[in-house]
């Protein structure tokens, strides 16, 4: 019989909120720094880096094949990170697999984001059979495995990053979608939505002025956590040879190439395995602060 | 007459994003054996705060007590361990959700029989028995069929019998209600008041009412304890207190209040707007809607002290009570 | 606060409030607002499967008038359909049956293109100070929102200053336009309402328990406001409320409504002062008073029970179950509302003047 919320009214009501977002502040602000601080090193290094350190495809150097990392290779360069069995210099190799991965994971929420925003506002503004229609969609995609469906679409239309990008999205959109509907279906019914309607605005004023500017930051939140499983998902599918082709370096290809070589030169798969996982880890945690900060009602997704 | 409970001096702060709210800041009063007190005062007042110290369950860790003492018969309530078996058993609280204060798992009698099971160690028949005694006390008709069902399946107004049954289980000596009658209908909100003043002649205990309605509490309150900005500006036996306010906040409350057979003049209410917290003005708290303030008011604090008018027990915490009280209509 | 240099006369009523009921005919001049047999229902729905199972009649036939620069008072406990009336009046839900005459002109059968012409003269204030406002506009938004829906009425180049002049005219700092709600109290929330509310000048406010949220001092504001804002723009409110104190207050006119059905109406000084449906008469008697030390000794009228559910309304008399006064009639007989007693229109087998004679 302790019910400490419903007593808590008495305190103006501005300042019982403030005093719990201030406890999450204090707690997930080192997580949200150190997330921000490690992402931004990637996002750097995968735009400038292709430009300093030149990585070229077709520029194969037996006599530097299989390296261990910070060897001197045959032209006087030192190959940080070592080479791989065409005498790559796995470094370069690795700035130009941030910049797919990078790219990819962006591509993928841009459209996937879109796709479920749209559907998952339509279903939760609309409700009805609309509803019913899209979300019953929605639990046939969260059914449907998506390596089956890469593969599907791999053999149809061949390997190539934009297809990666559609198989991506296309397992994606639901969480956007889950997220976008919850946001509509609390927002829809609000008093100041109400408001809105007995001024005279029309639907689609109604959704681009009141619904949709909810959803902003619990879709940004979920972005952010979604961008780590989308990264990993790319590299895995890459790695099995359903994703980027083998001429584009992305993570998973070159985990892929260094498979064989793992008793003789652990390097080549092991660096950039740290390096997605790094990146991976360092997303989630980002995520989770910023959802906890921002939108706690998110946990269970 | 003695004090059943004494508050003295209390202060209750909470850490905000915004800096310290000092929800609570010096309130001191007593609370008399069998005696009924209405703690009145607007959102922000600290009326609840203070319910919530007097039965530690201020939430945590935002918020602590950082001064002041609370006794209740004579012990210190606010001391770890002293307190223990007080709380619950001789001091019992109704809140205004009844729905959220109970637990929508278990059926309704079982969680009355709770109670005495677990401070009484009565059995699982003794405990229905009781229960069930309990039900028809507080006026809840079939009380033998509606012992099984749960609490969504009772109305709001059902629920917060429900809610004074359990608190008068062990026949506490202080019953402290907080806000019961706010999310009822006019007409519920009368059933309960009238069951809760039954209750109160017949157990002989002492009623805290707290609410921010001044109507409410006028037929059945003994005494007043009026609230503004976290410090009590006003107390006395509650006619004296409504018909000669000492203080110029009682004074423009009694003027806000649209009253059923008046005629429709228009109402003068307070000036401004409720202060916040987190910039309090100097001095006296209520200065910057006060008709009477006057430099003294910006700088000094006024304390509680009797007005020039009997009886002593009429006190207010203004600086310039006469003019308040010679203007009154 | 509300400046109030003037306070003499305070907000005259209207000369000449018609008779609710039997309509229009009796005045000479066509009331603002006509609400006949008006029935809103909402859908019933099994909690597993989410079929419709029946439907729950919030509002069940009510019928009222309101003149220009009238004010009625809609008083009634929870479940009663008052705020139903005021979202169907206002087109947030659809109505059933009856018909809604605004200005001479049907709102139920209205098409969508004349009901947002319609809509300017027709506007609401809501319960809510702190839903009712988007968190995420600014106070010019929220109040330039109405213009650039209705781009005729303010044209772009004159919102700033238009702003200025509403939040003056509610006591607002006009100079905080472009502050957020979070930063007002709810008092000062609440006037924003009003603001957004008055913007596209209005005939008839539907204030949904306006000044429920607000604690007692600043109700008092906001209640004079709304006094003033009558006054000086010769507004008509449909002013809904469970606080009977404050619906005698405001209102020219009060209908007490119980489980969607208007149960008594009359004017505010003949239904306050000799109420004759005994739910009228409990409702009197159960509102706290501040001073009851100053009326004559009187037993209370405490009724029994809650409201039952308007899922399943009891037959005939809905009121029944909860009267002290019910007997075989009320459940057969529907008690029709109708003068009796020779003073106003109330829905009651049993009326009785409590004023007079008997009792």
Same mark, same amino acid.
């Given at each position: 019989m302790t019910d400490v919320t419903s007593t808590e009214l008495d305190l103006t009501t501005a300042t019982a909120p403030l005093v719990k977002s201030k406890r999450r502040g204090r707690a997930g602000s080192a997580r949200i720094r150190f997330g921000f601080v490690v992402i931004t090193v990637y996002v750097v290094a995968a735009i400038f880096g292709p430009w300093l350190v030149r990585y070229n495809p077709v520029d194969t150097r037996t006599a530097d094949r299989l390296r261990p990392p910070f060897s001197r290779l045959s032209d006087g360069s030192y190959a940080i990170f070592g080479t791989d069995q065409v005498g790559q210099d796995l470094f370069a190799q690795m700035l130009q697999g941030a910049r797919i991965s990078i790219a990819v994971g962006l591509a993928t929420l841009v459209l996937a984001g879109t796709i479920g925003v749209t559907i998952g506002l339509s279903a939760g503004y609309f409700g009805g059979w609309l509803d019913g229609v899209l979300m019953r969609l929605a639990d046939i995609q969260l059914a449907f495995p998506s390596i089956l469906l890469a593969i599907f679409i791999a053999a149809l239309l061949g390997p190539s990053v934009v297809n990666v990008v559609i198989v991506l999205a296309v397992s994606n959109w639901v969480t956007f979608a889950r997220v976008a509907r919850g946001q509509a279906l609390a927002t829809r019914r609000r008093e100041f939505v109400d408001a809105s309607r007995t001024l005279g605005a029309g639907t689609w004023r109604l959704i681009s002025r009141s619904v949709l500017p909810a959803c902003v930051a619990p879709v940004l939140v979920v972005a952010t956590v979604e961008i780590g499983h989308v990264i990993l998902a790319e590299a895995s599918l890459s790695f099995l040879g359903l994703g980027t082709p083998a001429s584009t370096p992305s993570w998973g290809v070159t985990i892929a190439n260094g498979r064989n070589y793992? *008793?003789? *030169?652990?390097?080549i798969s092991t660096i950039p395995g740290i390096a997605l996982a790094f990146l991976v880890v360092s997303l989630g945690v980002l995520g989770d602060a910023l959802r906890d900060r921002y939108d706690p009602r998110l946990r269970s997704l | 007459m003695t004090a059943l409970m004494r508050v003295r001096e209390l202060r209750v702060e909470f850490d905000t994003s915004g800096g310290v709210v000092t929800a609570v800041d010096g309130a001191s009063f007593e609370v008399a054996a069998g005696e009924t007190v209405a703690l009145l005062g607007e959102s922000g007042s600290g009326k609840s705060v203070t319910a919530q110290a007097v039965m530690g369950i201020v939430p945590k860790p935002a918020g602590r007590i950082a001064g002041g003492s609370i006794t209740y018969d004579g012990r210190d309530l606010l001391t770890p361990g002293a307190a223990k078996g007080l709380r619950g058993r001789e001091i019992a609280m109704v809140f205004q959700d009844p729905l959220s204060s109970l637990? $929508?798992?278990?059926r309704v009698g079982a969680q009355i029989g709770e109670m005495f099971r677990r401070h009484r160690g009565a059995s699982r028949r003794e405990a229905r028995a009781a229960a069930l005694e309990l039900m028809k006390r507080v006026g809840i008709p079939a009380a033998s069929k509606r012992l099984d069902d749960y609490p969504h399946q009772f109305s709001g107004g059902m629920r917060q019998r429900v809610m004074i049954a359990m608190a008068l289980a062990l026949s506490p000596r202080l019953l402290i209600a907080d806000e019961p009658t706010t999310a009822l209908d006019v007409t519920v909100q009368a059933q309960i008041m009238d069951l809760l003043a039954r209750l109160q002649a017949e157990e002989g205990m002492s009623l805290v009412l707290i609410t921010h309605d001044l109507g409410v509490v006028a037929d059945v309150a003994d005494r007043v304890v009026l609230m503004y900005a976290g410090r009590v500006v006003e107390t006395g036996p509650i006619r004296e207190v409504y018909e000669?306010?000492?203080h110029p906040y009682t004074a423009g409350l009694m003027g806000s209040v649209p009253v059923l057979d008046g005629a429709r003049d228009r109402l003068t209410p307070i000036q401004g707007s409720p202060p916040d917290l987190l910039s309090l003005p100097t001095g006296c708290s209520f200065h910057p809607r006060c008709h009477y303030a006057d430099p003294l008011c910006t700088t000094d604090q006024p304390n509680l002290r009797p007005l $020039?008018?009997? $009886? $002593?027990?009429?006190?207010?915490?203004? %600086? %310039?009570p006469e003019g308040v009280l010679n203007h009154a209509p | 606060m509300p400046p109030n240099p003037t306070p003499t006369a305070p907000s005259a009523p209207v000369s000449s409030i018609s008779s609710l009921i039997p309509p229009a005919e009796s005045a000479g001049a066509a009331p603002l607002l006509s609400v006949r047999d008006l029935q809103t229902s909402f859908p019933l729905r099994s909690a597993l499967l989410r079929r419709v199972v029946g439907e729950i009649q919030a509002v069940a036939g009510v019928s009222f008038d309101i003149p220009a620069g009238g004010t009625l008072g809609l008083v009634g406990e929870s479940g009663s359909g008052k705020s139903t009336v005021a979202r169907t009046i206002i087109g947030l839900e659809k109505a059933r049956s009856g018909s809604i005459v605004f200005e001479g002109e049907e709102l139920t059968s209205l098409p969508k293109a004349s009901m947002r012409r319609v809509r300017r003269q027709l506007q609401m204030i809501f319960q809510d100070p702190y839903a009712s406002l988007n968190p995420r506009a600014t106070v010019e938004q929220i109040i330039s929102e109405a213009w650039e829906i209705h781009p005729d009425v303010v044209p772009r180049n004159r919102h700033r200053a238009e702003v200025r002049d509403l939040l003056e005219r509610v006591g607002l700092n006009p100079d905080h336009a472009k502050r957020y709600p979070h930063q007002f109290s709810g008092g000062q929330r609440q006037r924003i309402g009003i603001a957004r509310a008055l913007a596209l000048r209005p005939k008839l406010v539907i204030c949904d328990e306006a000044v429920s949220a607000l604690d007692v001092s600043v109700q008092a504001q906001v209640l004079n406001l709304l006094a003033d804002l009558r006054r000086d723009l010769g507004l008509a409110y449909l002013f809904i409320a469970h606080d009977l104190s404050v619906v005698r207050h405001i209102s020219d006119q009060v209908a007490v409504m119980y489980l969607g059905r208007v149960v008594e109406t009359a004017t505010q000084d003949e239904l306050f002062q000799r109420p004759l449906h005994p739910y009228t008469q409990a409702l009197l008697s159960a509102v706290p008073d501040p001073k009851p030390w100053t009326k004559p000794e009187r037993e209370p009228i405490i009724i029994g029970g809650d409201v039952p559910s308007p899922a399943d309304p009891p037959s005939c008399c809905r009121f029944r179950t909860r009267c002290w006064k019910a007997e075989d009639i009320c459940a057969e007989q529907e008690p029709v509302l109708e003068t009796r007693l020779d003073r106003h229109p109330t829905a009651c087998h049993f009326a009785t003047d409590l004023a007079g004679a008997t009792r």
């Open positions: 793992l *008793a003789d *030169a652990w390097w | 637990n $929508p798992v278990f000669h306010s000492g $020039p008018t009997p $009886p $002593p027990q009429h006190q207010a915490a203004c %600086h %310039h | -």
